[in-house]
């Protein structure tokens, strides 16, 4: 059975600061990952989505990494905003099309 | 102009009772997802269709139905509701099923709170 974990639950930066958001999946056969973020009372946004055969995905200042075969990812934020701030959230897809969301790393960006 | 929407936005109501929520997408795409997040921010799919077929059925009690009038629309139906159904309900949707046209669209959420 699929887990995903998020390191860290909480993370707290000064605004301008660069930071990594980590993903682990207990199941490597895995057909793709997103990131998404999720503000307070609100849907889910898709950020990034990396297939099974890609490394990395790149959107602004977001950047994705995965390695499938430590069952890892990593979403790096460059120059992090107060806008930035919210939950972020990574989903595995199995090709089952099962999809198993980690439980988020919340984000705030002070000014 | 609203991509993915979902009503009601808040849904409050006896237990024993049973209960719609209605999405519709204006996207076009093929595929939509109801998801469930419950009181710990777990968030857990429950179904998905494409083209009105159900190709994901997580194992959710046979209480919840998902129905699908046409492309653009799928409606979550609840019968007899229990205390555990309070949550947050996402509907969301993709163009496909396959490489970049998985990218999800997710609606505002319906918060079912059942007392």
């Known amino acids: 059975k699929q887990e995903v974990t998020q390191i860290p639950a909480a993370l707290s930066v000064p605004e301008g600061e660069n930071l990594v958001l980590n993903c682990s999946f207990t199941d490597s056969a895995i057909y793709n990952l997103q990131w998404f973020r999720q503000d307070p009372g609100k849907g889910l946004t898709s950020l990034l989505l990396i297939q099974s055969s890609q490394r990395e995905q790149t959107s602004g200042r977001l950047n994705a990494s995965l390695d499938k075969s430590s069952g890892r990812s990593t979403l790096y934020i460059a120059a992090s905003q107060p806008g930035d701030s919210a939950t972020y959230l990574c989903?595995?897809?199995?090709?089952?099309?099962?999809?198993?969301f980690g439980p988020g790393t919340r984000l705030s960006v002070l000014p | 102009d609203t991509a993915v929407s979902q009503t009601p936005k808040y849904l409050v109501t006896q237990m024993g009772n049973d209960k719609s929520i209605k999405c519709e997408q204006n996207?076009?795409?093929?595929?939509m997802y109801w998801y469930k997040q419950d009181s710990k921010k777990f968030l857990k799919i429950m179904f998905s269709?494409?083209?009105?077929?159900?190709?994901i059925n997580e194992t959710v009690p046979n209480r919840f139905s998902p129905k699908s009038p046409d492309k653009a629309h799928l409606n979550l139906h609840i019968n007899s509701l229990e205390l555990g159904d309070s949550a947050v309900y996402f509907c969301?949707?993709?163009?496909?099923?396959?490489?970049?046209?998985?990218?999800?669209?997710f609606g505002p959420g319906t918060r079912l709170l059942v007392l």
């Open positions: 996207l076009g795409h093929d595929t």
């Open positions: 269709y494409n083209n009105k077929e159900l190709i």
């Open positions: 989903a595995v897809r199995d090709y089952g099309q099962n999809f198993v």
């Open positions: 969301a949707s993709s163009q496909g099923t396959s490489g970049s046209m998985e990218t999800q669209y």
